[in-house]
């Protein structure tokens, strides 16, 4: 069989996104509106590329996607990935041709763009041959309708700081907007040292998706102390963008309390999965997932490498930008919400 590989338009975003919905290893990452997202809030330039079979019974019947989007960056170099501030991607097809044709089409891309990588974000490995980075895993693991039988998948020792949240005065509830959440979300990345992304790209998130990106925040009286924006696909819950503010770490169970929150509501929409999202391997977020109970699946990122010899390692915990993180921690909040969007757009 033979495929024609093109690079998708804007009038094939209906027939893209029911390719997506019947996939078995579909993600909410692989939805067409993520183009536009990359665009409007990065300008990064998303070159979608979809296989079409062209000698059969339908010919031009879809076979398999690609969704890539290419960052330019002075300071982090240039490269084309599956998917930019997205924890999932990579191919999706109907068989090893397919993805073979996708394949090959995405490195004469990388080549013609004189990228230094092209990064896909799988999450199965491939037969590629390609260097596989072992850093990050997901989570992610069924919730039952029942509320109680959640409470006790959860191992008792992060069982009992949920209780404690609970017991905290703590209340959860919905916010249309994203103002509160990122006041919350760009105070939690400062203290880590990382740069934040420009509000506006919550709000072209919750624009584009609609009831598929909502925003839970957590109060502790009458004040905000923590925030979740999570992604709902296939009857499956991902919290995306979390984080709380330093006087939570004085409430006891505010950060159990918010997960267990977004789960207890999800189980309630009739929801079946809690996909915990993407960890760095040891890291304090890994261990905090381990210990409510999922087990960690690695995410085999894999490169191929175009003016390069090495796999790209932009992330916090290399030694390189140490003195950047905690240079960044110190710096005044509105300061580093200033400084923090021109720098964040290539780190996605």
């Not at 490195?107 to 013609?112: P, S």
């Not at 974000?121 to 596989?132: D, E, K």
């Not at 191929?304 to 290399?318: I, K, Q, R, S």
Request: charged share 25%.
């Amino acid at each position: 069989m033979s495929f024609n590989v093109r690079e998708c338009a804007e009038t094939d975003q209906a027939a893209w996104d029911a390719y997506v919905e019947q996939h078995p290893q579909a993600t909410f990452c692989h939805r067409f509106g993520w183009r536009r997202v990359l665009q409007d809030a990065f300008g990064h330039d998303g070159r979608f590329l979809l296989a079409e079979e062209a000698d059969a019974p339908e010919p031009g019947r879809i076979v398999g996607i690609l969704p890539l989007a290419l960052v330019r960056s002075r300071l982090f170099g240039t490269k084309l990935a599956s998917l930019p501030f997205c924890v999932y991607g990579g191919i999706l097809a109907d068989g090893d041709d397919a993805e073979a044709a996708l394949r090959e089409a995405a490195c004469k891309l990388a080549e013609q763009l004189n990228v230094e990588a092209l990064e896909l974000r799988n999450t199965l490995p491939s037969n590629s041959g390609w260097p596989v980075k072992d850093l990050y895993y997901t989570f992610r693991k069924e919730i039952s309708a029942d509320h109680e039988a959640n409470m006790k998948a959860i191992p008792n020792k992060q069982r009992a700081m949920v209780r404690k949240g609970i017991a905290n005065d703590l209340s959860s509830e919905e916010d249309a907007g994203c103002e509160r959440f990122y006041r919350v979300y760009s105070e939690s990345v400062r203290n880590l040292g990382t740069p934040v992304f420009k509000r506006r790209y919550l709000e072209i998130l919750r624009d584009e998706f609609g009831q598929d990106c909502r925003v839970l925040m957590i109060r502790h009286g009458n004040q905000d102390v923590a925030g979740v924006m999570s992604f709902y696909f296939r009857h499956e819950v991902l919290p995306y963008y979390g984080g709380s503010v330093a006087r939570a770490r004085s409430i006891k169970g505010c950060n159990d309390f918010m997960y267990w929150e977004l789960m207890r509501r999800s189980a309630e929409e009739g929801l079946t999965g809690f996909d915990f999202g993407r960890s760095k391997l040891d890291t304090g977020p890994f261990k905090f997932k381990k210990n409510w109970g999922f087990k960690p699946q690695p995410l085999p990122y894999e490169y191929y490498l175009v003016h390069t010899d090495e796999m790209p390692d932009v992330n916090p915990n290399n030694p390189r930008y140490r003195r950047l993180v905690d240079t960044w921690k110190r710096l005044p909040l509105p300061l580093a919400n200033l400084l923090g969007p021109p720098l964040a757009r290539s780190l996605g």
